[in-house]
């Protein structure tokens, strides 16, 4: 009986743009822009790099916007995509989002909760003697196992949350955004208000035409600044649960993504105006550190490496139970197309479906075994920039396909607008191959590893059909 049972649309428009905001802000706003000033060398730069990225990111997402007021429905892209092309490509999003996309997301967001609180209390060390095993040269599963198993346990247990109920799930990201919004602000204030504040840091005009960038290092830097923003359009994954989803998720989105975009931009310049990029470099280069913590330090001391810290783990926290909640729900739909396996398809008797976010736990949970947090990140923003565009793709073709039906939201600044976002896309395709090959080869890997088990399940599910 538990498998006929349906979602139940509970979520108003407010709670959209809660998904949405906390989706987004995670870790990026207190780490990426320490890479980005290796890449770019110039505070400037760094700041165009966050408005460039805000701006590419609005016109994907008032794109995805209008797909979404057209065919909103739980499964978000995976649903958009089958529509717009067909099961086949819908199903590689889908692996793609289990494999490396969503689950990796999960455990990059609980590995830096699990770092922070490491700051704060010491976390034992485990199998220190198996720290430098390695798989292929590439994965050392047991190097920092503690912080590792720390962040797998917050896994398990926000996914335990999320399967008791959604309400609790959506309570729980909605209370936490809210001390978020007041730290960030707190960082923003005091920051700027400090003696050691240098607005002089930014504010070198002559580096825009100094000549000294290339569009290859600016694509570079925007790996980071795409991570910080990543997440916006998961609050399509739980369509089925929103309250009149074809005005409310556009709008939603919309909303969201703006609020973001106003924090990042404040947030980032007051961490250039108390750190200088030779010291940003350092950061970077020193492997153990967080821009954030060190912006703070300059201006409360060791008690605002405290804070900070705090800070960073509840805002991670937050974001990875918002992604916990939302990512599972794909899985959901793929199983209810039998494009997935029958099991992840049971939604419990608290109205959600238990077992896409069990498997979702147990994967992320082995993808933290795995990889550096900056590998994950820039694996993750290579793999789903080919959707985005595809999504993007899908605005052209379905104005051309079905002219006449309403579109309860429709893309501002057509065609210029989705076309830019779709040119930026295949840029950022083609720069990563170049410039990080490894994150693209693994993304890719992990990608194409679908083909044999979609034909698996095809096969699978037609044997079931034709038997009487």
Avoid at 86 to 115: D, E, K
Avoid at 190 to 208: E, W, Y
Avoid at 224 to 247: C, H, L, M, N
Wanted: hydrophobic share 50%.
């Amino acid at each position: 009986m538990s498998n006929q049972r349906n979602l139940v649309r509970t979520l108003g428009m407010g709670y959209v743009v809660i998904f949405v905001v906390a989706n987004i802000i995670g870790s990026g706003v207190y780490k990426k822009i320490a890479p980005m000033a290796v890449e770019l060398g110039s505070s400037t730069w760094i700041l165009v790099a966050w408005v460039v990225g805000g701006i590419i990111t609005l016109f994907g997402a008032l794109s995805n916007a209008e797909v979404a007021g057209l065919l909103a429905d739980t499964g978000g892209e995976f649903v958009y995509l089958k529509k717009i092309y067909n099961r086949f490509f819908s199903f590689m999003y889908g692996w793609s989002l289990f494999t490396v996309i969503q689950t990796a997301t999960i455990s990059s967001l609980a590995y830096v909760f699990a770092q922070s609180l490491n700051s704060i209390i010491t976390i034992p060390a485990f199998f220190s003697s198996m720290q430098h095993f390695t798989i292929g040269g590439v994965f050392y599963p047991f190097q920092d196992f503690g912080v590792k198993l720390t962040a797998i346990l917050l896994i398990l247990i926000l996914t335990g949350l999320n399967i008791s109920g959604l309400k609790s799930g959506a309570g729980v990201s909605k209370a936490i955004m809210l001390l978020v919004f007041a730290g960030l602000f707190t960082i923003v204030f005091f920051g700027l208000t400090s003696h050691t504040a240098r607005p002089a840091n930014f504010m070198d005009i002559k580096d825009l035409t100094s000549g000294t960038i290339t569009l290859s290092s600016f694509y570079t830097a925007m790996l980071a600044a795409f991570w910080a923003y990543q997440g916006w359009v998961s609050v399509g994954f739980i369509g089925g649960e929103v309250k009149d989803p074809t005005r409310n998720i556009p709008k939603g989105i919309v909303t969201g993504v703006f609020i973001v975009i106003f924090i990042y931009l404040l947030v980032n310049v007051t961490y250039l105006s108390l750190l200088s990029i030779p010291q940003l470099v350092h950061i970077h280069e020193s492997g153990n550190q967080i821009a954030a913590v060190e912006a703070v330090r300059t201006f409360w001391g060791t008690g605002g490496v405290m804070f900070i810290s705090l800070l960073i783990l509840v805002t991670t926290l937050g974001c990875t139970n918002a992604s916990i909640l939302t990512g599972a729900r794909p899985y959901y739909a793929m199983a209810r197309e039998k494009l997935f396996f029958s099991s992840l398809a049971k939604v419990n008797k608290a109205s959600v479906p238990s077992n896409s976010l069990l498997w979702q736990g147990i994967w992320a949970s082995v993808l933290v075994l795995s990889g550096t947090f900056d590998q994950l990140t820039d694996m993750i923003i290579f793999a789903v920039f080919i959707f985005y565009g595809a999504t993007t793709l899908g605005v052209f073709i379905l104005r051309r396909r079905i002219p006449d039906v309403h579109r309860p939201y429709k893309v501002w600044g057509y065609p210029v607008v989705p076309a830019i976002f779709i040119l930026f896309c295949i840029g950022l395709f083609l720069n990563t191959i170049i410039t990080r090959p490894r994150e693209a080869a693994i993304g890719m890997i992990l990608i194409f590893s679908g083909i044999p088990v979609y034909f698996f399940l095809k096969r699978k599910y037609s044997k079931m059909e034709s038997t009487p």
